[in-house]
C-alpha cells in the first residue's frame, strides 16, 4: 500500500477534540432557524473542570519533579517503584495477579498502550476481530498496521442481557483466523457492560482458537449502581493470552498527564517495551509519580464521583427519552450515551457540524465507531450537569428542527 | 516477517537507560582485578540534578495545570496558543518561515517526533538512507516499518573538515531509490556537526533525486566555541521536502516532561498528526505549557550551561588523551563523546558490562549506533563535573587492565 492510500485512511478530521481544524464552508444554505444560545459544551471529551484531577494528585507531580533525574528517566516500561506499588492494586481489582518486573508496563495515556499492545501482537496481513461499534482508533490502528479487520456486530440497543455481543460472528472470525480480539469493556461508544456469560464466552472461544485478547477497561471503575462487572483476567484464560488496559485519564481526570497501563502477558509486555523506546521512550516520568495514588484515592472519592455521573446520566436520558423517535441505552458504566437519533432532512455529519455552529454543541459522529451507526451520536456526558443538561436540551431541539 | 522475526531486531537489552534489566552471568570468569571506586556514572543519559530543567519551568507546568481542561485537551498536534509563541522562535533560530497552524506538531519527545515523521514518510518496502553511526533508534524505526536501511558512511574520526559523511554514498543510495534521508547534525554519538559544504550538498542532492530530509537538530543550541551550524531548512531545497525535529529535553534538561517538536513540510505533519491521534493522541497537555519559555530563557541561561558542558568536555578529552590507543574526536556540539577503544583482551559487550560491574560506570556501546562501531563506547557528559572526570579515569584504567 502506499503511503498517501494508508494515510487517507486513517482521516481525523471528525476525531473527537479536532473540530476546530474542520472547516464549515457550505453549511449555510442547510440551516433552518437561528441559533439557540447557551453554554458551549463539547462533550467529544470530559470536563476536567467540571470534575477535577483526583485530589493530590498535582502534590505528586510536584514530588516527581523534586526528585530529579531517578523520576524523569525511567526504565522505558515505567519507574519499578511505582510498578509495585500498583501491581497488587490492579490484581486485587481485577481478581488476577500482575507481575510488576514483567507484566506490566507504563505508556503515554491509555492510547498508547493500545497502539503498543497491538502492534505488539499484529502485523500486516494479520487478522483481528473488533467490535461494531467500538473505540475509533481500534479500527484506524488495524489500518495503520496493514492487518485486516473482521468486524464483528453488537446489539447495543437490544434487550438481551449483556453488551449484545454476536458471538456467533466472534466465533466465525476466529475460525477465519483472527489473531487477536480486541474489545473496550465498558464498551465505548455505547456504555454497555458484557454480561459475566459473554465474558466467559469470550475466553472459551480465545481458547480454543488460541487467540490473544487485548480488553480495554478504560471505564471499568466508573459503574452505576446495579452495573455488575466481570474482568476477563480473571476468568478460565491463558494469562499469557490476555492484556488487560487501563488509565487514569477519565474516572480520574488524569488524561493531562498522559499515563495509561497495561498489565497480563509478559511475552506482549516485553514486546511492548521494545516499541515504546522507539515511538516515546517512556510515559512522562515526572507524571509517572501521580500514579502513587492511583487506586488508593480518599474513601468515599470514588463513590461521590460516581454518583454525580449518574446523576448527569439520569439528567441527560430524561430529556432523551421525550425526543420521540430517539433510542438510547442506559449506560451501565463510564460517562458516554451514544443515542440513535430519527431521520433527519439533512446528512449525519452535517448534522453534527450544525450543532456545533447553531447550538454549540460538539458531539462525536457515531460513523467513527461503527460504519453502521451513521444514525448515532456519542457524547461524553462527564460535563457541568446544568450545562449538560441545557444543551441535551439544544440537541434535541435541534432533532426537532431537522426531523425528516 | 512474522511478528516474532520483527520483535526479534527490536532487541534493546543494550540500549541507553536499559542495563538494570541485563543480566551478568557468565561474566565473572573475565573479570580482571577488583572493583574501582568512585562515584558511580551513568554516561547513558544526562545528569538533570546536575544540570536542573531550565529556571521557571515547573512554575510554566504548574500554570498550566491551573488553566485545567483547556491545557489538558488540546489539539492532537498540540495548543495553537503555544504553537504560535513557540514557532517565530524556531524561524528564528533555523533561519526559515514555520507555520504555526500548519507546519509544527508538538509530540511527546524528540523520540515521539522521530518516529511519527518516519511513519509518516516510509512505509513498507520504501528505501531510507541513514547515517552510520547515528541515534540507535533511526535503525530500529526503519524496521518497525520493514523498510530498507541503505547505511551511509561517516567518516567522524576523520580530519575532513565537517561531519565526516561519505556524499558519494549518499548519491548512491538516493539513486538507488530511498524515498527518505534521516540524520542527525549535530550527530549523535559522534558530537560532530555537518559544515555547511556537506549541508549544501545534502540539499542538493535531495533536491535532485526528490527525496525527504528529516533532520534531527535534538542538541543544535548546545555548540561550542567556534563551532558554525548550517540549517538545512534555510538552504536551498523545497520545504515541502524538510522536517525538522528539536526538543528540550537535552540541554534545557525537560526530559521529565516527554516534549518535541517537528515542524517544516505541512503535507507529512498533518501524517504526523493523524498518526499521533492513534498512538499517544498528544503531547502531556500539562507538559505542553513548559515549551512557553523554550528559546526564551533568561539572559545567559545557555551560555553559562554551553560553557559549564565545554568544561566537562575538555576535561575528559584531557583523560582520554592520556589513554594510550584511545581515539576520540571532540564533539563540536552536544554532550556525547564516542571514543574508540584499543583492542582489548574481551569483547566490547563485556568490557561495557564489566565497566558497570566493575567500574560503576554506565556507557552504551558503539554497536547501538552502527555496526561497524563495536570499539567506541558512548557517553553523554551532561553530568557532574567531577564525577564524570573521575569515571572517565576509572574507564581508562579499566582499559588499561583490559588491554590486549
Redesign the interface.
Known sequence: ???DA??QR???DN?P??E??QSADGLAAQMIGGPLEGRPVDFS?G???AH?PTPGS?DL??A??EM??A???T??RGDIGIREMIAPRLARFTGAPVDAKDGLIIT??T??A??LALA?????G?KVAIVQPDYF?NR??VE?L?AEMIPVQMDYLGTKTGAGLDLGELEAALKAGAKVFLFSNPNNPAGVVYSADEITQIAALATQYGATVIVDQLYSRLRYVGADYTHLRAGAIDPEKVVTIMGPSKTESL????LGVAFGAASVIA?M???Q???????????QAVLRSWFDEAPGWMEDRIAQHQAIRDDLLAVFAGCEGVLVRSPQAGSYLFPHLPKLRIAPGDFVKLLRLQAGVSVTPGTEFSPHAAQSIRLNFSQDRSAALAAVRRITAMVDRYRA
Not at 505488539?120 to 500486516?124: C, I, L, N, P, S
Not at 488524561?255 to 498522559?258: A, K, L, N, P
Open positions: 500500500m502506499s503511503i494508508k494515510f486513517l482521516a481525523t476525531a477534540g479536532q476546530l481544524r471529551h470536563d476536567v473542570d477535577p498535582f507531580f510536584s516527581g519533579y530529579g533525574g523520576q524523569a528517566y526504565e522505558y503515554p495515556g492510547q498508547g493500545l497502539f505488539a501482537t499484529v502485523t500486516r494479520d482508533a484506524k490502528l495503520f496493514e488524561s493531562g498527564y498522559r514486546r517495551e521494545k516499541l523506546a522507539i515511538v516515546s521512550l517512556r510515559a512522562p516520568g515526572y507524571s
